[in-house]
């Protein structure tokens, strides 16, 4: 609400003192991940921490899911990761990394992030119906 009514307010007083305390700085506490400790100390098998992981563009990101291995404990997560990666390469996003952020997009990347999560959400909608359907057979 705040940072909506700054871009609208056209200046002014209110606005630049505003403005002092909405610059982005990075957190020295967790680094700027925006995860704590224990979050910040995983590490995936192929030797990337969680923190890593923002830092690559959706193709690496990509490459490193696509090559762990699953345990049946991660097995729905990754797949969900790995849907979620591969509808980012496929909208042609894969120069752009995971840390960024949406008020940095162009209004083209942020259309096709949009379109890719509208198709990501019915896709799996129908996937989910195939698959209901499926167990009924």
Known sequence: IVEEWYR???????TEK????????RCPSCEGSRLNPISRAVTLPNGLRIGDVEALTVKDALDAFESLKRPAVVAEP????????????????????LDRGTATLSDGQAIRIGEATLTFRLWT????????????S
């Open 18 to 25: 505003i403005g002092e305390v909405m610059k982005p700085e």
């Open 78 to 97: 990754l797949r969900e990761v790995r849907e979620r990666l591969r509808f980012l390469h496929a909208v042609g996003l894969t120069y752009l990394t």
């Open 125 to 136: 909608a129908a996937g989910a119906s195939t698959k209901r359907i499926r167990q009924r």
């Open 8 to 14: 609208k307010s056209g200046g002014g007083r209110w």
